[in-house]
């Protein structure tokens, strides 16, 4: 019952699912509730669904992320498909990232690489420029911190050793905030 021809829903193959990708849907769940927005994505294999609804409040709308497990999905109907819907819509990832769309100068970049070369040396852990890019922070030859040098921006292999390391980053801009 998931399309016009009535498949049921976890019998799809991938390629029917994939094709409700970035359309507007309506799921009718097995409790009779009824859930509608943008699919983002669905997982083959348990038929769950990632969809963003648009909730209206008084004067604003905003928009939530909400997980529909496949087992609970009675049936799907496409509504609207993201090409033939009015204007481009805003994509998902625009929508999970807004918080990170901050841009800083090369400048504004020198001064929070040395502030944070400076903090972890203060807490007596090893840092440097990483010999391969200039912009990379390497911490204890085994983590590297790329460019804006925020907690997420750092990678590392050793979980225990990344953990740290970000709450040390964290603590900076804590202190940061503080103290200014």
């Not at 193959?13 to 799921?27: E, M, R, Y």
């Not at 529909?68 to 090409?83: F, K, N, P, Q, T």
């Not at 200039?134 to 292999?157: I, N």
Request: with cysteine; proline share 3%.
């Amino acid at each position: 019952m998931a399309d016009e021809n009535d498949k049921r829903w976890t019998a799809l193959s991938c390629v029917a699912l994939q094709k409700f990708t970035n359309k507007k849907i309506s799921i009718y769940l097995s409790d009779s509730s009824k859930r509608v927005g943008w699919v983002f994505a669905i997982d083959p294999v348990t038929h769950s669904v990632v969809l963003e609804e648009e909730t209206e409040h008084s004067t604003e709308t905003s928009k939530k992320l909400t997980f529909v497990l496949g087992h609970s999905i009675s049936r799907v109907v496409l509504e609207e498909d993201a090409e033939s819907s009015k204007g481009p819509r805003r994509q998902l990832t625009d929508f999970i990232g807004d918080a990170k769309d901050t841009q800083y100068s090369q400048e504004e970049l020198m001064k929070r690489k040395e502030d944070l070369m400076d903090w972890l040396s203060r807490n007596r852990v090893p840092v440097s420029e990483y010999s391969e890019n200039s912009a990379l922070l390497s911490v204890m030859g085994v983590l590297l911190v790329e460019p804006p040098y925020d907690p997420d921006c750092c990678r590392c292999s050793n979980e225990i050793v990344l953990d740290r390391v970000q709450k040390l980053i964290k603590a900076k801009q804590d202190h940061d905030k503080c103290y200014k």
